[in-house]
């Protein structure tokens, strides 16, 4: 079993910031990747930014230079700083885990694990 439980959402207006939190937890090996994704309504569910195991990070284009993504010491964290929030920013914002488990399946193939979301709304 593994879980990734977020923090951190909410309502700012715009300009403001907000900073995500997810701790991944369980039956875990080693973890490949983290990242952030989030859904708008109506629209597809999208990349935000993502931070490999040795640290290497992408963005998408619209929140470079506005949101910061890092992994915490244990290394089964990651972090999401989101500063001058626009409210097209506004989403259920998901973390991802990519990560090898101990057991079943998981031991040789890496598997997508999500958080159940949280809200961010930015107000006009």
């Known amino acids: 079993q593994v879980q990734l439980v977020e923090s951190g959402g909410g309502l700012v207006q715009a300009g403001g910031s907000l900073r995500l939190s997810c701790a991944a937890s369980g039956h875990i090996s080693s973890i490949d990747s983290m990242g952030w994704y989030r859904q708008a309504p109506g629209k597809q569910r999208e990349l935000v930014a993502g931070?490999?195991?040795?640290?290497?990070?992408n963005y998408a284009d619209s929140v470079k230079g506005r949101f910061t993504i890092s992994r915490g010491n244990a290394k089964n964290t990651v972090y999401l700083q989101m500063n001058s929030l626009k409210p097209e920013d506004t989403a259920v914002y998901y973390c991802?885990?990519?990560?090898?488990?101990?057991?079943?399946?998981?031991?040789?193939?890496?598997?997508?694990?999500w958080g159940q979301g949280t809200q961010v709304t930015v107000s006009s």
């Open positions: 931070i490999a195991s040795g640290g290497v990070t």
């Open positions: 991802n885990a990519y990560l090898y488990t101990m057991y079943g399946s998981g031991q040789n193939t890496p598997f997508d694990y």
